[in-house]
């Protein structure tokens, strides 16, 4: 059994899971949003770990091959503020979902793309970039910080050509919307005191002209593309204006290749998506996303990262 676990909105996994009834492989969906209306039980001495689906109760430890760890849901997560539990209770039933769902763990033999605890380290910005460094990857100048002064000395060092980013996920939650925190060039006399105390932000070289690349890496496979913003070489942030950037597949270097590879190797990820930037025959490291989108390349630069995901999955621990 391949069992994957998301959420009710994630139509990436459609893809995926289409590719996978194609070939006759046995899938498991899990919205884990929806884990409250799906009894489960794990027993010891005897190990089981059972989940009701449908109105069948699957013993997942005696079929167990592969885990694609995607994008879960919460419980409750799409009720209304009014119709949720408190945050109290919030949060403990959260925990304890995610705890079970951990305790996929236990079951031998099992491949995750990615493993729980291997996304969760790779999702740290430090730890990326010294293992980007470790590989071989240049990295722009970087000064992570709370310290306005800092942030002015290093901004002042590079004449104001400085990028200010998140150093974790880049999202502010509020009870009616949501809030993404994009990249952003920074001029030094904007950087406050009072504001940059409350958490430490990546301030980084600003590299331009350039070229932008998403590298998607599943396993032994690769794909690049080009994030091309038209004539612009100078903008920031391309998730900004997402629908007027072009993706084209394209080849990069074989050392860039293989860095790509030993970066994910050496974030113990299968599965990672890498951004990078090129100036003057130089590739330089910026992050990776170990559970990053990636349909949309599907579609608009062609490539069949769908299959890949699902040759890597149906294999389990057979790959290399």
Known sequence: MIVIISNQFDFAIDYVVRELNRRGENTLRINSEDLINHPVVTTFPDFSYKITFQGKMMEINKQLKSVWFRRPGKPFEWLSHKEKPSPQVLRFVEDQWHSFLEGLLAIPDVLWVNNISRNQDAECKIIQLMAAQKVGFKLPKTCITSDAGKAKAFSDMLNGEVIVKALYAPL????????????????????DHDSLKLAPCIFQEFISPKTEYRITVIGDDIFPVTVNPGNDSTHVDWRKEKCEIKFKSCEVPSLIKKRCFDLVAELDLVFGAIDLVERDGHFYFLEINPNGEWAWLQEEAGLDIASSIATTLAKGLEIP
Do not use: G, R, S
Not at 172 to 191: A, G, Q, V
């Open 172 to 191: 502010i939650e509020y009870d009616d919307k949501d809030y993404f925190i994009f990249t952003n060039k920074i001029k030094p006399e904007l950087i």
